[in-house]
């Protein structure tokens, strides 16, 4: 699938979820809800940087495509570790972990920076040093203006990430859920 | 014949897929867009202006 089909069923995803169960997002104000969906959209794109050609690889210049390059060799290649359970758990509760710690606000907008920097980059194409940039403000306005990222972030990066998953679930190629068990794909297709 | 079929299969595959996407893409925008209207937008108008 591409990008942008990827970021709209995870905006959508993260905002359904949120309509039809309330209790799971704990009751988010609108502000949060706002940023939830903006981050889980970006976040969505982030199993493909085990793809050195991917958007998300060239998000933020050559940094994301070394930083892809590496993913792509420890993932296994496209469609592998980081299309994964497994994966998916360990990023949701990485990121979980570190926004609890000390330095949380500087991952939140870390994490939001990147997210937005997708979003625009899929949605106006412009260069990446502009997206970039643009993103950079955005994040300071999320994390600082609607606050209580350790609470929203999470979630969103957990909902994203998954969506991505099912997105990728219904074609031909299907991903390997059960990877490093079993490495074959499932498909719905 | 059999890899005329398969092309043909394939290329019906593309195309299924590709017609899939755009659907999925339309379908995510459209509910998205409503959802954003009515969890964010109106709330967040109706506590500015009330």
């Known amino acids: 699938m591409m990008g942008r089909s990827h970021l709209l069923v995870a905006g959508a995803g993260y905002l359904t979820l949120a309509a039809a169960a309330p209790n799971v997002l704990r009751h988010a104000p609108p502000a949060q809800l706002a940023a939830g969906a903006v981050c889980a959209a970006g976040a969505s794109l982030l199993p493909d940087l085990d793809c050195p050609g991917s958007t998300i690889a060239r998000a933020l210049g050559p940094l994301s495509e070394l930083l892809a390059r590496v993913v792509s060799r420890l993932a296994g290649g496209h469609r592998a570790g980081t299309h994964s359970l497994l994966a998916w758990l360990a990023t949701s509760v990485a990121l979980a972990l570190a926004l609890d710690a000390a330095h949380g606000p500087a991952v939140a907008l870390v994490v939001c920076t990147l997210a937005c920097a997708l979003m625009l980059d899929v949605i106006t194409g412009a260069r990446a040093t502009v997206c970039a940039l643009l993103a950079l403000g955005a994040s300071v306005a999320l994390v600082a203006g609607v606050g209580h990222a350790d609470q929203w972030l999470p979630d969103a990066v957990l909902i994203g990430y998954g969506t991505h998953l099912l997105c990728d679930l219904v074609t031909v190629e299907g991903v390997p859920l059960l990877w490093p068990l079993s490495p074959s794909a499932t498909s719905w297709h | ?50």
Do not use: F, N, Q
């Open chain 2, 1 to 50: 014949m059999a890899a005329v079929a398969k092309r043909y299969k394939l290329a019906l595959i593309g195309a299924t897929d590709h017609w899939r996407e755009h659907l999925v893409c339309l379908g995510a925008g459209a509910l998205g867009a409503y959802l954003a209207l009515t969890l964010i937008a109106v709330p967040a108008l109706a506590a500015t202006v009330l």
